[in-house]
């Protein structure tokens, strides 16, 4: 875990205590003291007892991952809208839900453009869409549906009309299956 060495800081400083004081009232040698206010990792015991000395959520003195800004696009999710498109020929492997889900807004995003353009330029340009990205679309679910620890042959499930399609979108929400569950699963 990385510390926010910043907010450590100035935490220690709005107190007025010195790295020693800080040392001494969470327990912690000065040395780790330095090291954590330089940018080091830190443990979970040591996380707990400054959290403890400073009187603050241990969540708060982490660092924040910046893919997560507030107020701002969130990197992670354009980052799984083109992880889907990057891997839209590739049925291996396994696809996260919410990165699932994100790629399957960059889908009806994409489709919903392409109905848009049809009154302008046709029906044809539309269904080439559609076309396209129906490949990468089923790749997406055969790798969450086994991410899901179901097998991906349940896709054909959505050949039934309105039902199908309901089926298979149910099944596209299960959780991930770990590999401890899938073990405890395959011995039963």
Excluded: Y
């Excluded at 129906?134 to 086994?146: G, K, Y």
């Amino acid at each position: 875990m990385n510390i926010d060495s910043n907010r450590l800081r100035d935490l220690r400083t709005s107190r007025q205590w010195s790295q020693e004081q800080l040392a001494e009232l969470s327990g912690l040698n000065l040395r780790t003291i330095q090291r954590l206010e330089s940018g080091a990792k830190i443990s979970t015991e040591s996380l707990r007892a400054l959290a403890a000395v400073f009187e603050v959520p241990a969540e708060s003195l982490l660092v924040r991952d910046p893919r997560f800004r507030p107020n701002a696009p969130s990197q992670a999710v354009l980052d799984a809208m083109l992880e889907g498109v990057v891997r839209g020929l590739d049925f291996t492997g396994i696809t996260p839900r919410p990165a699932f889900w994100w790629f399957a807004l960059a889908v009806v995003m994409v489709l919903g453009v392409g109905e848009a353009f049809a009154e302008l330029l046709g029906p044809f340009p539309a269904r080439l869409l559609g076309l396209i990205v129906l490949l990468p679309w089923i790749a997406a679910c055969t790798r969450r549906l086994r991410d899901a620890g179901l097998s991906p042959w349940w896709q054909l499930i959505s050949l039934a009309p309105v039902a199908g399609i309901l089926v298979l979108l149910w099944l596209l929400t299960f959780p991930t299956k770990t590999a401890s569950e899938s073990e405890a699963h395959a011995e039963a």
